[in-house]
């Protein structure tokens, strides 16, 4: 099975190509640029590097959040694109589970993805790898960092942080004398590669039906929202 993936949640961008679970290619840009610039034409490019067509794509894998609401937007709008033009069904996937496939390999640890939501928040989800298979110990969140440290203090397991809040959690942890590891650079960041695992034994969806997941409402909605309570 061809699985064309996309990764578009955060400030990199990626797409990749994975066939039966095995990574054919993939192509991935951290250079400002606006996904929306961007990521159908890296998508365009890695098929035909490979002489294939959307034709010999099963189906497109896509993260759909939580993220950037953005990136989030761009990534299920591309994947729908892609969906209609090739008449091929979609994969949505949470992005936090498509991000602990980074940790693979690392079964003594709670892998753990963190997003920086901003507000005193990261986006997380707790996750741990049993041989291949990948275990979820926690619902999509977002948390604070004191919730996060609260909850590992009940623990005595290491924690391995990936994502672009890895950071913040990493060095809270360190400053607790909590047990963590931080993803190395190649590892850190969100990739496509991890968009198709999580989606592999999914079913697949007709494009059309595919949402984002936002977790939380956008900032403009919640200055709406004040705004609407304030005139009330």
Not at 90 to 104: F, K, R
Request: include cysteine.
């Amino acid at each position: 099975m061809n699985i064309l993936a996309i990764e578009s949640s955060a400030k990199a961008a990626s797409v990749a190509l994975c066939r039966d679970g095995a990574l054919m290619a993939q192509y991935f840009q951290a250079s400002g640029l606006t996904h929306s610039r961007t990521l159908l034409k890296m998508a365009e490019n890695l098929l035909a590097d490979l002489e294939l067509t959307l034709r010999d794509v099963d189906a497109v894998a896509v993260a759909r959040g939580p993220g950037s609401f953005t990136g989030v937007r761009i990534g299920v709008a591309a994947a729908k694109g892609l969906c209609w033009g090739g008449d091929i069904p979609a994969i949505g996937v949470s992005t936090l589970e498509a991000m602990a496939w980074q940790g693979q390999g690392r079964e003594d640890c709670i892998i753990c993805p963190a997003m920086d939501a901003r507000r005193g928040q990261i986006y997380n989800a707790r996750f741990r790898f049993e041989g291949e298979k990948l275990l979820r110990l926690t619902e999509d969140r977002a948390v604070s960092l004191d919730e996060l440290a609260e909850e590992a203090k009940k623990e005595k397991n290491s924690y391995f942080f990936v994502g672009d809040g890895a950071a913040l959690c990493y060095n809270r942890f360190l400053a607790e004398g909590l047990p963590a590891r931080l993803a190395p650079p190649p590892l850190l960041l969100q990739t496509a590669w991890g968009v198709a695992m999580a989606a592999r034994g999914r079913s697949p969806q007709p494009g059309d039906d595919l949402t984002p997941n936002y977790l939380r409402l956008s900032q403009a909605e919640r200055e709406r929202l004040e705004r609407l309570k304030d005139q009330a």
